[in-house]
């Protein structure tokens, strides 16, 4: 059911006699509407009594225009469309990801390792309905506090799961309450983690981690990040860093990570490429992450390379040879020893060892391919076509892309050169014309995240922000992102947030710009669940992506459903699209229970805004 305060009074009140419980009703409602009244007018007030006058203007042009659309939404919210709301879930499907059903895919025969890999085709028939939050649920705290401090009632994550965490990244927490703290940068306990950059960083051969930018590593692949320290940290020196563990019932690397505001994804290293284009990262890091590289004739370290950018950076931190210690009968070469054997075939050179860390070098000279001996692994043939979850491959990719620029030789200037775009085959103008348009239409969604835009007293675009916590977006899902032009307008308002960039598949493939601009991004096909867990965004957005859709095969309630399963709750979801498929949206909108409004906002052509708002839904 929907949440509402009063059907949880009975449950506080328990056998109290009838009397008192409704004498404490009436008390309840009249105290509820005293808070509210006064709360909501008075913050409302505080925010705009200076421009009264301008609001009052915009107030009648917006009520007027939004009329119609009102007085629909309020007949779709009280009236027979209501019967139409999906269902809620059960509590097994609180933390429901779709397509990792390990018990269906064994079932099904697969085996080796594949039983936990993606399987969509595999996903049954079921009932649609909506996930609901866990009992203890809470909205997430702001960033940067929510960095080092989350609910734990808002992760799935065994006492036992603390107790046990015993690698480097993952000795980090401490249990409060119903806190999790993860140690902030100044915290008073050693973490070990500033030591590790700075040691990584000291084996590139620079003074300090604070030098990873200037040479060239900005974005790190992060494979099993634990709980995401070394993400965090990475997050302060400015980098982008992308964690991706494979899926875990519980205690989930990735769900953790995105909890504390960390980009991650669900990503697996076992028998398919990952959603990422060629040469897509700087550094790609493994602590520990539990990766036997050397199996599958090593086609999981030419996976590596094929994300690696040239000269980008491998690290592997392990303690094989101290648990190999343990038995000195098989006297097998730790798995560094045979990736180092294996990386000279690639153009890979071991550029530093220190501990149990290994760092290795991807060429930057493509030459270095021709030079080996013939019976080294080939260069792939079939070169730059979007990976989206191929079988892995036994040849080397990416060694002829026209994007072969070597991270050393980036400029150092944070824009996008019209020479970078050529290579990807983009207009300037057109991308230049495109930036300006996201850096307008930024101003005006972020001043659209309010619940005002739903009350009698509508927001109108433009109108400054109402105070915080209205707006608190740090995870975003750009669902449509083209060049990703929405990120970098975040990015010049100095937003908090970080983006995921998701090009649909059978879009233009422009993610290579995206990857090569420093963003997040990766390949999705909309028709499919995002491999993600449940709540793990604040904001989602989607522009065109509802026309896009309407030529494809899926169906959109699916897709709704999906979107609010990755949405927190009180997270928002901006569409705009032509005002058709906005009416379509709207009435999904409902029936998975967002509040929704359309708004118009150039007025004269047929582009429609909706702006949506996931309630909060409690038992
Ligand atoms: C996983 O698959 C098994 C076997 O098909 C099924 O019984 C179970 O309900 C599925 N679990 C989920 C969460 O869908
Ligand atoms: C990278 O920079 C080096 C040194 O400036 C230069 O010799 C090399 O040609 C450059 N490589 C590419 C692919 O631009």
Not at 301 to 312: C, M, N, S, T
Not at 345 to 350: A, F, H, K, R, T
Not at 370 to 381: E, G, Q
């Amino acid at each position: 059911m929907r949440s509402s305060w009063y059907k949880s009074l009975p449950l506080v009140l328990g056998p109290r006699p009838r009397i008192s419980w409704l004498l404490l009703v009436v008390i309840g409602v009249v105290a509820l509407v005293t808070i509210l009244g006064t709360s909501s007018s008075s913050s409302y007030d505080s925010a705009t009594s200076k421009r009264l006058p301008n609001f009052h203007r915009n107030y009648r042009r917006i009520k007027e225009q939004a009329a119609v659309d009102y007085l629909d939404l309020r007949s779709l919210s009280f009236g027979a469309s209501r019967l139409k709301e999906f269902p809620l879930c059960g509590k097994e499907k609180e933390n429901y990801v779709p397509c990792y059903n390990v018990s269906a895919n064994m079932l099904a025969g697969l085996k080796d390792g594949e039983e936990f890999d993606r399987h969509c085709e595999l996903a049954r028939e079921e009932e649609r309905c909506v996930v609901r939050p866990p009992k203890d649920y809470k909205i997430p705290l702001r960033w940067p506090l929510g960095r080092d401090i989350i609910w734990s009632g808002n992760v799935k994550i065994t006492k036992d799961q603390f107790l046990s965490s015993g690698t480097m990244t993952k000795r980090l927490m401490l249990l409060e309450e119903n806190q999790i703290a993860f140690h902030s940068e100044d915290g008073l306990i050693f973490d070990g983690v500033k030591d590790y950059a700075r040691q990584v960083a000291e084996m590139i051969g620079l003074g300090s981690d604070t030098e990873f930018l200037e040479a060239g590593v900005r974005t790190v692949l992060d494979i099993g990040c634990g709980f995401g320290s070394f993400g965090a940290h990475l997050v302060s020196l400015k980098l982008m860093p992308i964690c991706i563990a494979e899926y875990e019932a519980t205690g989930s690397q990735v769900q953790l990570a995105l909890e504390r505001g960390l980009p991650a994804m669900i990503g697996n290293f076992i028998s398919k490429q990952l959603p990422y284009p060629d040469l897509s990262f700087d550094m790609v890091h493994c602590a520990q992450c539990g990766i036997i590289w050397d199996i599958k004739d090593a086609m999981l370290l030419l996976e590596v390379d094929r994300l690696l950018k040239p000269g980008g950076y491998f690290v592997l931190t392990s303690l094989t040879s101290q648990s190999q210690g343990n038995l000195p009968s098989t006297k097998k070469p730790s798995i560094s020893t045979r990736v180092e054997e294996f990386s000279k075939n690639i153009c890979w050179s071991l550029t530093a060892q220190q501990d149990e860390t290994f760092l290795w070098q991807k060429t930057a000279d493509s030459n270095c391919y021709s030079s080996r001996s013939p019976a080294s692994i080939p260069l792939c043939k079939d070169e730059d076509h979007a990976s989206y979850y191929r079988p892995l491959v036994s040849c080397i990719s990416g060694a002829t892309s026209n994007r072969w620029i070597p991270i050393q030789n980036r400029s150092a200037s944070s824009g996008t050169s019209s020479a970078e775009l050529e290579v990807h085959g983009i207009k300037p103008e057109e991308f230049y014309e495109d930036m300006q348009v996201w850096r307008l239409a930024l101003k005006n969604y972020w001043s659209l995240l309010t619940p005002l835009i739903f009350s009698d007293h509508p927001k109108r675009p433009g109108d400054e922000d109402p105070l915080p916590p209205f707006n608190m977006v740090r995870n975003v899902m750009d669902m449509n992102a083209r060049y990703g032009n929405l990120n970098s307008a975040l990015v010049e308002e100095g937003k908090s947030a970080w983006v995921m960039n998701v090009i649909p598949v059978n879009a233009r493939n422009t993610l290579p710009i995206i990857i090569d601009r420093g963003f997040a991004g990766v390949l999705h096909d909309w028709c499919e669940p995002f491999p993600t867990y449940p709540r793990t965004y604040d904001m989602l957005h989607a522009n065109e992506l509802l026309t896009h859709l309407s030529s494809e095969r899926c169906s959109m309630m699916d897709l709704f459903l999906e979107m609010d399963r990755i949405l927190r709750p009180e997270g928002w979801v901006v569409m705009s699209d032509k005002v058709g498929v906005i009416e379509m949206g709207r009435e999904l909108a409902t029936r998975v229970r967002w509040e929704a409004r359309v708004i118009d906002l150039q007025g004269g052509n047929d582009q429609r805004l909706l702006v949506c708002q996931k309630p909060f839904l409690k038992k």
